[in-house]
């Protein structure tokens, strides 16, 4: 179901990816402030958006593209010698 929910191209399945991407948008804008208003100490609001967006941001990347792993930097290729 996930598989057909990602790579469908029927308009009721990219009708759904688009609203779950918009849902996906708000709450990524919506988590610092609402850490901010949460959490006293700026420095723990900071940690504990950090660790959400490490959920919500390849959430947005497997919704764009179908892979999570979408956008990582690979730390094992490059031109460094």
């Known amino acids: 179901m996930l598989d057909d929910f990602l790579t469908s191209e029927r308009t009721e399945m990219r009708l759904a990816r688009s609203v779950v991407q918009g849902l996906l948008s708000v709450a990524i804008v919506a988590v610092p402030l609402a850490m901010g208003g949460v959490v006293e100490d700026p420095t723990t609001a900071s940690l504990a958006t ?32």
């Open 50 to 81: 950090a660790a959400i967006m490490c959920v919500l941001s390849p959430l947005m990347a497997m919704m764009r593209t179908g892979d999570p792993e979408d956008g990582t930097v690979d730390a094992t290729g490059g031109d460094a010698e």
